[in-house]
């Protein structure tokens, strides 16, 4: 069993600061990538950051230069630093692991239950 475990969510004013925690526990295989996500109502599940095999990394246009992604590889947490919040970074955010099992090399992807950020105008 594998669990996601997100934390550091909360409402902060335009141009604030927030840092994202996701824990992974469990059955841990290979992480193949850990990363986030938000979506806000009425809208699909929308890529933020990614970073693979801890070490590459992407990011979504809008949040280049201003969201930072890294991971702990001893505690299999990633974060998501994220300033110089936006009204429009409001949304939930969700962060994801894919694990690549060894014996079949089959990938599973895992979601934590969300967090809300909220940034205010």
């Known amino acids: 069993q594998v669990q996601l475990v997100e934390s550091g969510g909360g409402l902060v004013q335009a141009g604030g600061s927030l840092r994202l925690s996701c824990a992974a526990s469990?059955?841990?295989?290979?992480?193949?990538?850990m990363g986030w996500y938000r979506q806000t109502p009425g809208n699909q599940r929308d890529f933020v950051a990614i970073?693979?095999?801890?070490?590459?990394?992407e990011y979504e246009d809008s949040v280049k230069g201003r969201f930072t992604i890294s991971q702990d590889s001893v505690t299999n947490t990633v974060y998501l630093e994220m300033s110089s919040l936006k009204p429009e970074d409001t949304a939930v955010y969700y962060c994801?692991?894919?694990?690549?099992?060894?014996?079949?090399?089959?990938?599973?992807?895992?979601w934590g239950q969300g967090t809300q950020v909220t940034v205010s105008s």
């Open positions: 970073i693979i095999r801890g070490e590459d990394i």
């Open positions: 994801n692991m894919a694990l690549k099992r060894f014996s079949d090399e089959a990938y599973y992807y895992y």
């Open positions: 469990g059955t841990i295989f290979e992480i193949s990538s």
